[in-house]
T-cell receptor, first 114, second 114 residues
């Protein structure tokens, strides 16, 4: 399995709380991604980064924000969690310049907002 | 816009038998890559197999092989000698060129019967 980590693995919080989902990788990959996986298992890209200080919004609009201050770290923050944010969040990374640019995924964070 | 379609929400196979998962995609590009990812229950998403569009030869990884029909824009996954550990969600994904983001299908849930 790839060296990409997510914490916490499970989180149950109340509405209005600020939360940060952590994602880190030890492979030195330039590119990192956040996906939201709905109960039907469909994956939606919500944020991505092609390097330090680079962040972009994905295909699915999200109220979350991300930062990329260090290559290995790509945290996702929700300023005020709501029940609609309940979902599985997957982080991934890939190597820029590689011909196949394969994405490696973390184990995911299952978030429940009450 | 590129799209990826997996027309089989669920599939079932008997242990030791062969199963084929379907995937079609829509693109006007000539340079792209195709992937099959596997997500076991409560476990990490991992890459099963990948195919470069410029390669005519179908990719093979042990018991997993693809049938890549470029003209038909079809990319099916064949699993031979199915094992209980093959039970998972399988996602087909498309990437344009070497820098694009992945576009995923909605997934196929594969069950393996002992």
């Amino acid at each position: 399995e790839a060296d990409i980590y997510q914490t916490p693995r499970y989180l149950v919080i109340g509405t209005g709380k600020k939360i940060t989902l952590e994602c880190s990788q030890t492979m030195g990959h330039d590119k990192m991604y956040w996906y939201q996986q709905d109960p039907g298992m469909e994956l939606h890209l919500i944020h991505y980064s092609y390097g330090v200080n680079s962040t972009e919004k994905g295909d699915l609009s999200s109220e979350s924000t991300v930062s990329r201050i260090r290559t290995e770290h790509f945290p996702l923050t929700l300023e005020s969690a709501r029940p609609s944010h309940t979902s599985q969040y997957l982080c991934a990374s890939s190597e820029s310049g590689a011909s196949t640019d394969t994405q490696y995924f973390g184990p995911g964070t299952r978030l429940t907002v009450l | 816009a590129q799209t990826v379609t997996q027309s089989q929400p669920e599939m079932s196979v008997q242990e030791a038998e062969t199963v084929t998962l379907s995937c079609t995609y829509d693109t006007s590009e000539s340079d792209y890559y195709l992937f099959w990812y596997k997500q076991p229950p409560s476990r990490q998403m991992i890459l099963v197999i990948r195919q470069e569009a410029y390669k005519q030869q179908n990719a093979t990884e042990n018991r997993f092989s693809v049938n890549f029909q470029k003209a038909a824009k079809s990319f099916s996954l064949k699993i031979s000698d199915s094992q209980l550990g093959d039970a998972a969600m399988y996602f087909c994904a498309y990437r344009e060129g070497s820098q694009g983001n992945l576009i995923f299908g909605k997934g196929t849930k594969l069950s393996v019967k002992p």
